[in-house]
């Protein structure tokens, strides 16, 4: 029972375009939702953050909006840059403070110069 | 400031064998949460402790055990290898208690192979 899901494994975008990840989720508890990047050899690196009573959370090049009815999140990068490319997580809370977190199982994103 | 560290980085094993990781918080942290990353079910929480004390706790079998110190270090025991257990084992630090969310620091992982 997967309560977060990242449908698509990877995505390919041009530098300086939008890259718009996105993330489903099932619990209805889940009030905490972030972002993680990955690079090979590397832990996971926090990203960004919303929480259930905002909508919209900005910073910098990284956006995350967050639909509660549809039970659905997104990250959008832009300008997005060869950098970007890694594996992006997404991970969900519940409770208001666990330290449990349920994650997605990534997506590869592929910046192209 | 120092950032989660995590040793060995890599371990081979046999089947039956058992491994224990270690893992050090960055300073100040007393939560401390281990995942384990596969490509198959990408990250998945084990444990968490604060304290000393087993906080959460995963749908893992009893084989994966694990204990924090005092000084917020922790460790991961696996019993009786299999196969499956094949896995990226990363460890999560951050810093406050329940009731406040907070952002988790990763080590680097310890890449355990089961041969």
């Known amino acids: 029972d997967q309560q977060v899901k990242q449908n698509s494994p990877s995505l390919s975008v041009q530098e300086g375009r939008i890259s718009i990840l996105n993330c489903d989720y099932t619990?209805?508890?889940?009030?905490?939702f972030l972002w993680y990047k990955k690079y090979p050899a590397e832990g996971p690196t926090f990203l960004i953050s919303i929480s259930s009573i905002k909508d919209k959370n900005e910073d910098g090049r990284f956006t995350v909006f967050l639909n509660k009815s549809a039970k659905h999140l997104s990250l959008h990068i832009v300008p997005s840059q060869p950098g970007d490319s890694a594996v992006y997580f997404c991970a969900a809370s519940a409770q208001g403070g666990s330290e449990k977190l349920v994650f997605g199982k990534g997506m590869k994103l592929t910046v192209n110069p | 400031k120092a950032g989660v560290t995590q040793t060995p980085r890599y371990l081979i094993k046999t089947r039956g064998q058992q491994v224990t990781l270690s893992c050090s918080p960055i300073?100040?942290?007393?939560?401390v949460s281990w995942y384990q990353q596969t490509p198959g079910q990408g990250l998945q929480f084990l444990f968490e402790y604060f304290s000393e004390t087993q906080r959460n706790k995963g749908n893992f079998p009893g084989r994966f055990s694990g204990r924090q110190f005092s000084n917020s270090r922790s460790e991961m025991n696996v019993s009786t290898l299999e196969l499956g257990d094949s896995a990226l084992y990363l460890c999560?630090?951050?810093?406050?208690?329940?009731?406040?969310?907070?952002?988790?620091?990763f080590g680097p992982g310890t890449r355990l192979t089961v041969l």
């Open positions: 300073s100040g942290h007393r939560s």
């Open positions: 619990n209805s508890m889940f009030d905490y």
């Open positions: 999560a630090s951050s810093s406050m208690g329940r009731g406040l969310y907070n952002e988790q620091f």
